[in-house]
């Protein structure tokens, strides 16, 4: 994936796309992490090039999004982030006594705890896979506390931190999330673990690339969940399939535009540098990459708030939602789709602007009052 898709001479992909990358960061500035969360949140929206290109940069895009004027709304209080530290702790401790009891495993001592310290993201990734590799040759059970796994996302590598990552003895790897959100009486918030699988198939998508060069594994496409039962501190866990979620982050990131491809296409001198441009510079770089709204973007983008307010100025019909745009077809703006069904323009003979023109004279005789109806309106009202 390192390689261009243009034609012409060839270059050296990565020293020259990290520079390229750097640049467009700023030279002084340390690059934003890709977590499995952003990552997640990237392949549900793959047609967005700005926030491909901006994350494959490690822009900062809260920091961006404040200097632009649109601040984040969202994101984990402090509360809960402790809170979530704090259960995980537990879970981890003495040597991940509760997480072992919750796979089964009654003698913690026949269970490897390899040591993954290294120097930087590409170290602790080597010694991830190293680990990986020992504990399925070995044919014991093994757990990895935050490992490091590397993803191409879009020709740039993105560093990932599971939990755990448990080794079978069959050779079989399995992700274990810990969440601090309470399982009551065997279930949990639909939504939260919806957001949790599709975190998971991530790693599990890292975890895949890995296995196909370790002899004997298979990375397991269902994930254990570990939550506080009920209103407790005591963990307790459900296995999730993540099938369905893998198949579509597969899908979604194979259709990211490639990371240099985009940043090939900038203007001269276009940099996200929050630090050294002022709001004004950096309104106009980030207008310079295309983007793709949505109104679940606001949920899960830093910068939905300044992308909501470019597609509402130009009358985008993205700005409505997916499933508007869809049934809208050719019709791109507000303003066409109004004048589509006050017959001002399009073809009669197009079912869209066919089915407009019938809602808006359906519309207008819903709201139509009667002229008896209306005087006895007028009379029953008082003076």
């Given at each position: 994936m390192s390689e261009s898709l243009g034609s012409g001479a060839p270059r050296p992909p990565q020293t020259t796309l990290r520079h390229q990358l750097a640049e467009l960061r700023g030279p002084a500035v340390a690059p934003h992490p890709l977590d499995a969360r952003a990552l997640a949140a990237l392949a549900a929206n793959p047609g967005c090039r700005r926030r491909a290109l901006l994350d494959g940069a490690g822009v900062d895009k809260a920091a961006l999004a404040s200097k632009l004027?649109?601040?984040?709304?969202?994101?984990?209080?402090?509360?809960?982030?402790?809170?979530?530290?704090?259960?995980?702790?537990?879970?981890?401790?003495?040597?991940?006594?509760?997480?072992?009891?919750?796979?089964?495993?009654?003698?913690?001592?026949?269970?490897?705890?390899?040591?993954?310290?290294?120097?930087?993201?590409?170290g602790r990734t080597a010694r991830t896979a190293l680990a990986l590799r020992e504990a399925t040759a070995a044919g014991e059970w093994a757990l990895l506390?935050?490992?490091?796994?590397?993803?191409?996302?879009?020709?740039?590598?993105?560093?990932?931190?599971?939990?755990?990552?448990?080794?079978?003895?069959?050779?079989?790897?399995?992700?274990?999330?810990?969440?601090?959100?309470?399982?009551?009486?065997?279930?949990?918030?639909?939504s939260k673990v919806g957001a949790a699988a599709r975190q998971a198939a991530v790693y599990v998508l890292a975890l895949e690339r890995l296995a196909t060069l370790t002899e004997?594994?298979?990375?397991?496409?269902?994930?254990?969940?570990?939550?506080?039962?009920?209103?407790?501190?005591?963990?307790?866990a459900s296995?999730?399939?993540?099938?369905?979620?893998?198949?579509?982050?597969?899908?979604?990131?194979?259709?990211?535009?490639?990371?240099?491809?985009?940043?090939?296409?900038?203007?001269?001198?276009?940099?996200?540098?929050?630090?050294?441009?002022?709001?004004?510079?950096?309104?106009?770089?980030?207008?310079?990459?295309?983007?793709?709204?949505?109104?679940?973007c606001l949920s899960a983008c830093e910068l939905a708030f300044h992308c909501r307010e470019r597609a509402r100025l130009a009358g985008a019909v993205e700005a409505l939602g997916r499933s508007v745009r869809g049934e809208l077809g050719g019709l791109t703006t507000i303003g066409a789709v109004l004048a589509a069904a006050r017959g001002e323009e399009g073809d009669a003979e197009d079912p869209t602007v066919d089915a407009l023109r019938r809602a808006r004279k359906l519309r207008a005789e819903a709201l139509a009052v009667p002229p008896a109806r209306a005087a006895q309106e007028g009379a029953a009202c008082p003076r």
């Open positions: 004027g649109s601040p984040a709304a969202f994101g984990q209080s402090q509360f809960a982030f402790m809170r979530g530290n704090a259960f995980e702790a537990k879970v981890k401790a003495d040597g991940g006594r509760e997480l072992l009891r919750l796979l089964g495993i009654e003698e913690p001592g026949a269970v490897g705890l390899p040591d993954l310290a290294a120097v930087g993201p590409e506390d935050h490992p490091m796994l590397a993803l191409d996302v879009a020709g740039s590598p993105a560093y990932l931190e599971p939990d755990v990552v448990v080794v079978h003895p069959d050779g079989r790897w399995t992700v274990v999330e810990i969440k601090s959100f309470p399982m009551i009486d065997g279930s949990a918030d639909a004997g594994a298979e990375v397991a496409h269902s994930v254990l969940l570990v939550c506080p039962k009920d209103f407790s501190n005591l963990p307790t296995v999730v399939d993540v099938r369905k979620q893998l198949s579509v982050t597969r899908r979604q990131l194979t259709r990211l535009t490639r990371i240099e491809d985009i940043a090939d296409a900038l203007p001269d001198g276009v940099t996200f540098d929050v630090e050294t441009c002022s709001a004004e510079e950096l309104a106009s770089a980030v207008e310079s990459v295309p983007y793709a709204y949505a109104p679940e």
